[in-house]
């Protein structure tokens, strides 16, 4: 398997602007999870979905930040307007819960996101 | 509240070195703890998950070992190599939830 697959690796855009980050999680794998990583406050949860569902948003900072999973392949969070403290390295992650016990995470390569 | 608080928060030896990483959490009910290792420039990659009735464990040169009592854990690297340099984080479940919380981590950096 290719692994967790993000688009774009490196996103540069002006304050203001509209920015999507793109993800294909590992096939089979029904949970879903974006996280935001800065050298300040390291890795945070932002949401995560459950069989395409979002199961808990709570970590995503405000309105301006969105994410959809319209099916099983696909995910996308979106920033609209953009502003410079979005600046960060989004990661996607995704896992297949199985009974019994704890669940591996595996996460992608990550969008580096500067805002100018 | 609950956190996870890792030591040192950078640490540099010499190839061939043994070397230990601290982690200490305070998140409760405590169901299992985690331990990543980041290169540069890549996402995070599952070293060893442990259950709060695991003590010990191992990955080739690298051993996990967890004091749910204390509530503490170490992650011992042995005959450190070049490519061991890399950020390393503990990461433990939040209230037996999907919702992860991670450490700062610790910056190993291994010199020839």
């Known amino acids: 398997d290719a692994g967790v697959i993000q688009s774009p690796r490196h996103e540069v855009t002006e304050m203001g602007q509209e920015v999507t980050l793109r993800c294909k999680p590992i096939s089979g794998h029904d949970y879903l999870f974006w996280y935001r990583q800065t050298m300040m406050r390291g890795l945070e949860l932002l949401i995560y979905f459950n069989n395409n569902v979002p199961i808990d948003d709570s970590g995503m900072p405000e309105d301006r930040f969105s994410a959809k999973m319209p099916n099983a392949s696909f995910s996308t969070l979106k920033i609209q307007p953009s502003e410079p403290r979005d600046s960060a390295v989004y990661f996607c992650?995704?896992?297949?819960?199985?009974?019994?016990?704890?669940?591996?995470?595996?996460f992608g390569p990550g969008t580096r996101l500067t805002v100018t | 509240k609950n956190q996870v608080e890792q030591s040192p928060q950078s640490l540099i030896i010499l190839e061939g070195k043994n070397c230990t990483l601290q982690c200490n959490y305070t998140v409760s009910p405590f169901s299992n703890l985690r331990w990543y290792k980041q290169d540069t420039g890549r996402g995070p990659v599952s070293l060893t998950i442990?259950?709060?009735?695991?003590n010990t464990k191992s990955n080739g040169r690298y051993t996990a070992t967890l004091d749910a009592d204390t509530k503490q854990s170490s992650l011992h690297i042995t005959a450190s190599q070049l490519s061991d340099s890399a950020s390393y984080i503990c990461v433990v479940p939040f209230d037996n939830t999907d919702k992860l919380i991670f450490g700062t981590g610790t910056r190993l950096q291994v010199f020839p």
């Open positions: 992650a995704s896992s297949l819960v199985l009974a019994g016990g704890p669940y591996e995470q595996y």
């Open positions: 442990m259950t709060f009735s695991e």
